[in-house]
């Protein structure tokens, strides 16, 4: 494949509106009314709350000027819609024995973009216990924990994301115990887990032991403007650099303008002729090198197809990853012969739809290079940049607004019309 510039291009209008709508919140306030109100329970055993009141005595650091205000409750009763009303984050330090009527306030809070941070006991709900807030969670509810609360090797997920920022990739927790939750929490696509306890901590405990050596601790549900950290027990919570950074970076993030849930795209062409297996945490997406257009014009060839499915499995370990089939590169041909045909054109493109279904994928990159040159010695036409269009047009047609659909194409676009794209 020669070098040059890649652009990723996503060809239908719907999908940008639809990937808008998913990720950007209602506008953050100006500065000065930033305001954090973090709720905890004095009633709960005293080592909740000395977390709790260390957590107090940290986050009111933060205090000193006009432009933020830090304020700490403990009565259930201030989650209440007017008082919510300036709220730019709500903060559970530990478990907060909400009724109906406030949990409701919660709720409406929350789905109508305001934000949260929970610590450890703030999601001790057990399955069935509050139906919204499991699927707030992430579709998990509470199922145990290990004894007694230990030092413990975190291993950071994600390090493109901003609450991962400068985060050490691995580092000593201070002394909690973990909470496990129900299964699902990777499964689920809406899901960024950001960081889990390392696997050389396990077997975890001594009393009360995890066997797992999956256990995540932090992570975000994109469904929402949330983050939920699992630290939470004891007053050395905040004794340690790395997750005080942990904490304040997920404080930042939710409070960012626009809050992206991704700020970078980082794109890695894997080849089907290599046996490497790239680290998925390094990398939002992933162009598999490659397919070609059929010997009748009419379909997509695949290399090494079970190789694909290996690159497809790494969505397992994180659910955000996206997977693309790259087809062609430098000297891959007939597409200038199947762009011609309507016929050959519509099933090319419905193939398209197959090998994505088949394979788990999240979309199509097309790397023919290039249209109306024939210098890597394949066929050529001059209609062959209004066909492109046209390709286009149909592989959107085929794969649906929901998956991804790029190209490559050298940095001054000459082959290419990207304005009738």
Not at 20 to 34: E, G, K, L, N
Not at 42 to 70: C, I, K, M, T, Y
Not at 158 to 163: A, F, S, T
Not at 288 to 315: C, M, S, W
Request: glycine share 6%; aromatic share 12%; hydrophobic share 40%.
């Amino acid at each position: 494949m020669n070098i040059r510039r890649i652009f990723l291009l996503v060809i239908s209008t719907a999908s940008l509106l639809t990937t808008y709508a998913q990720s950007s919140p209602a506008p953050t306030p100006a500065a000065s009314s930033v305001r954090i109100l973090a709720f905890y329970n004095p009633q709960e055993d005293p080592s909740h709350v000395a977390f709790a009141e260390s957590a107090v005595s940290f986050f009111s650091g933060l205090n000193g000027s006009r432009d933020l205000s830090f304020e700490a409750t403990t009565d259930p009763a201030a989650m209440d819609q007017e008082n919510l009303r300036d709220v730019d984050v709500v903060m559970m330090l530990n478990y907060i024995p909400l009724d109906k009527k406030q949990r409701k306030v919660f709720e409406e809070y929350m789905d109508n973009g305001g934000r949260w941070i929970g610590f450890h006991k703030a999601a001790l709900y057990r399955e069935g216990d509050w139906p919204w807030f499991t699927r707030f969670l992430g579709g998990v509810a509470f199922a145990d924990y290990n004894w007694p609360p230990l030092p413990t090797p975190i291993r950071m997920e994600d390090p493109l994301h901003p609450v991962c920022k400068g985060v050490p990739e691995r580092f000593i927790a201070p002394a909690n115990e973990w909470y496990r939750f129900s299964p699902g929490l990777r499964e689920n696509p809406a899901v960024q887990v950001l960081a889990s306890v390392a696997a050389e901590s396990f077997p975890l405990g001594i009393s009360r032991i995890f066997e797992s050596e999956d256990l995540p601790i932090a992570w975000a549900n994109r469904q929402y403007r949330m983050v939920y950290l699992n630290m939470g027990h004891g007053g050395n919570g905040f004794s340690d650099a790395s997750q005080n950074l942990l904490f304040t970076n997920a404080l930042q993030w939710l409070l960012a303008p626009g809050m992206p849930v991704e700020e970078k795209v980082a794109v890695a062409y894997v080849t089907s002729w290599k046996a490497a297996i790239p680290d998925p945490a390094c990398i939002t997406h992933i162009n598999y090198a490659f397919g070609h257009v059929n010997e009748t014009f009419d379909g997509v060839i695949v290399d090494n197809p079970e190789r694909l499915r290996q690159i497809v499995a790494l969505k397992k370990q994180k659910p955000s990853l996206k997977v693309l089939l790259s087809i062609g590169g430098w000297g891959s041909g007939r597409f200038s012969e199947m762009v011609s045909s309507d016929t050959l054109r519509d099933s090319f493109a419905r193939d398209c739809r197959r090998v994505v279904e088949d394979f788990g994928l999240d979309g199509i990159d097309i790397d023919w290079e290039y249209p109306t040159s024939s210098m890597a010695n394949i066929s050529s036409s001059p209609d062959d940049t209004e066909n492109f269009t046209l390709l286009m047009q149909d592989i959107r047609a085929a794969i649906g607004n929901e998956k991804e659909l790029t190209l490559a194409t050298v940095a001054s676009a000459r082959y290419i019309d990207f304005k009738a794209i």
